[in-house]
């Protein structure tokens, strides 16, 4: 995948990240991906310090 449509990507996640959030389905659906793709967008924004709770 190009860098810039993951950098698209993870940016989208940030703001669905923000409350109230979204389902990890509604993660993949919007994102496009299948939801172990979604998860591991998650685990990288969590590792760049991000908060993500779940909910």
Same mark, same amino acid.
């Given at each position: 995948m190009a860098?810039?449509?993951k950098l698209k990507r993870l940016l989208l996640l940030l703001?669905?990240?923000?409350?109230?959030?979204?389902?990890?389905?509604?993660?993949?659906?919007?994102?496009?991906? @299948?939801?172990r793709t979604a998860q591991r967008y998650?685990?990288? @924004?969590?590792?760049a310090n991000f908060r993500c709770e779940k909910g």
């Open positions: 860098e810039q449509e703001d669905m990240l923000q409350p109230p959030g979204s389902t990890i389905h509604e993660i993949a659906d919007e994102l496009g991906v @299948v939801k998650i685990r990288m @924004v969590k590792e």
